[in-house]
């Protein structure tokens, strides 16, 4: 089916993964009209409309190769990440000593260490849900608009007490996006999509976790890996302690930890800075003010590092991110103006990023 008829004019853009067509619409047509409305059920696409200055305009994308996916090594990945984050998940709960030599003792790889090994799904499975819903998150937006991205791949880390097993997911754009309103739904998809499993699952394990002292000041989250420490507080997480536990420091269970992480892991992420989503939503909010926005916050990450020595950390991996420049790259359509409707959008992610913001993130190691 031709959408010509129906057009004033319009502009085709060939790229390596699909065609973009952005066509002003007969003003004839631009409410749609029927017969508009029953061409574009039939075209091998997706459209979205925006309303330009010069009127009613129509952006078609018809796809143009399939890619071939290496899930072999996505399997692979997940599987290695699935191993170290339970295994870390059992370290957490006690099941497994912090010392971990048998790990790299095959012959004590007996019964009783993959019994204590299977402990560790409390904090692995809630966890890779969380990553995997973010990641699903921005892979489900990029393929409804069909733009080619890779699916999620899974960073096995160190296990416990060192790491958590993982450091993180991703997935991968392999071509450029139309314009601003593709970032935004993209970049903050993944955020809030992770955000609404983190948070009841940090909800239902920090109810299952234990109270260990109501003394005044005694109020922080603790975690045990032979020491003690105490984990960093964000407003969401301080306002679901004030209905779960009323005072006293708390022992996180296996799972609250997860969702913590999925907390921290969120605020990073919504860091409007770089290649993060936080920096995606930036650009999509405001092109010409991104990258000093991203410079004033780099300034920021610094300053907090004498606070936690964990964004010194960060501020290096934004550089490598970045690879030492704070502009972000430009979409295709770079002028075509955000609709309307994508405002709450922008005000969803930033009241999510002041929700999940945590100060100090790091654990404090206490003694014990």
Not at 20 to 39: I, M, Q, W, Y
Not at 62 to 90: D, Q
Not at 104 to 129: C, E, I, M, V
Request: charged share 10%; glycine share 8%; aromatic share 12%.
């Amino acid at each position: 089916m031709s959408l010509t008829p129906f057009l004033v004019a319009w502009r085709t853009t060939p790229l390596h993964d699909r065609e973009v067509v952005d066509a002003l619409v007969d003003p004839a047509h631009a409410e749609p009209s029927a017969a508009l409305a029953g061409a574009l059920r039939e075209w091998p696409g997706t459209y979205y409309w925006s309303s330009e200055a010069d009127g009613r305009h129509l952006v078609v994308t018809r796809p143009s190769i399939k890619p071939r996916e290496r899930w072999v090594m996505h399997a692979l990945a997940l599987a290695a990440t699935l191993f170290l984050t339970t295994l870390s998940g059992a370290v957490i709960s006690g099941a497994l000593s912090p010392d971990l030599s048998a790990l790299y003792n095959p012959a004590a790889w007996d019964l009783a260490f993959f019994r204590g090994w299977a402990t560790g799904f409390s904090f692995s499975l809630p966890l890779l849900a969380i990553l995997l819903c973010h990641e699903m998150g921005h892979y489900l937006t990029a393929r409804h608009y069909q733009v080619n991205v890779s699916p999620p791949f899974f960073i096995p880390g160190p296990p416990a007490p060192i790491g958590i097993g993982t450091l993180g997911a991703f997935i991968r754009l392999r071509s450029i996006l139309n314009d601003r309103r593709q970032l935004l739904d993209i970049g903050a998809a993944g955020p809030i999509a992770g955000f609404v499993v983190a948070l009841p699952v940090f909800w239902i394990g920090l109810a299952h976790s234990q109270v260990v002292g109501a003394e005044p000041g005694g109020t922080g989250m603790q975690i045990s890996l032979g020491w003690g420490m105490v984990l960093g507080d964000s407003a969401v997480t301080l306002l679901v302690r004030y209905f779960t536990h009323t005072g006293g420091a708390v022992v996180l269970s296996p799972m609250a930890l997860a969702g913590w992480f999925g907390m921290y892991v969120t605020m990073l992420n919504l860091l409007p800075i770089a290649q993060l989503d936080g920096g995606h939503i930036l650009y999509a909010a405001s092109p010409r003010a991104q990258r000093h926005v991203a410079r004033f916050f780099f300034v920021v990450i610094l300053l907090l590092g004498y606070l936690s020595k964990s964004w010194f950390l960060w501020a290096f991996v934004v550089l490598i991110l970045s690879r030492g420049q704070f502009r972000h790259p430009p979409v295709l359509d770079n002028y075509r103006p955000l609709p309307r409707s994508r405002v709450w959008l922008l005000w969803a992610s930033f009241i999510l990023f002041a929700l999940t913001f945590m100060p100090i993130p790091e654990a404090l190691i206490t003694s014990g």
